[in-house]
C-alpha cells in the first residue's frame, strides 16, 4: 500500500527557513516524479503548485513565487522542500505528491499527481 508523509511544518519568522521532507513508501515510488503543492489559509479551494522533481532529481521546476527561495531535492523515494528567505504569503499546509509514471519528468499540473500525503502545516510569522 502506498503510503505519502510530510514533516517538518511549523512556525518560523519571516527570513527565516524551514526544512520540508516527505517520505514515500514502498521504495518503488523512487522512480516515480514528484511534487509540492500548497492551499494558504482561506483558500478552499485547489491547490498551488511550489515545484516539482523528476525520478532521478536531475531535474527541478519551480512557481515564480517560490523560485530563488525554495530549493527541492530527493534521495529516492525522500524528497525535501529546503524553504529560505519566507515570507508572510508562504504560510500554508504544504502537500507532497508522487505521479505513477516510471522514470518521469517533473509535473506541475495536480491533477496528473496520483499520490498525496495528508499535508504539513508551515506559518510564518512577521
Known amino acids: 500500500q502506498v503510503q505519502v508523509v510530510e514533516s517538518g511544518g511549523g512556525l518560523v519568522q519571516a527570513g527565516g527557513s524551514l526544512r520540508l521532507s516527505c517520505s514515500a513508501s514502498p521504495r518503488t515510488l523512487a522512480i516515480y516524479p514528484m511534487g509540492w503543492f500548497r492551499r494558504a489559509p482561506g483558500q478552499e479551494r485547489g491547490l498551488e503548485f511550489v515545484g516539482t522533481i523528476n525520478w532521478s532529481g536531475s531535474e527541478t521546476f519551480y512557481s515564480d513565487s517560490v523560485k530563488d527561495r525554495f530549493i527541492i531535492s530527493r534521495d529516492g523515494a525522500t524528497m525535501y522542500l529546503q524553504m529560505n528567505s519566507l515570507k508572510r504569503e508562504d504560510t500554508a499546509v504544504y502537500y507532497c505528491?508522487?505521479?505513477?509514471?516510471?522514470?518521469?519528468?517533473?509535473?506541475?499540473?495536480?491533477?496528473?499527481?496520483?499520490?498525496w500525503g495528508q499535508g504539513t502545516r508551515v506559518t510564518v510569522s512577521s
Open positions: 505528491a508522487a505521479r505513477r509514471r516510471a522514470y518521469g519528468d517533473y509535473e506541475r499540473d495536480a491533477a496528473q499527481y496520483d499520490y
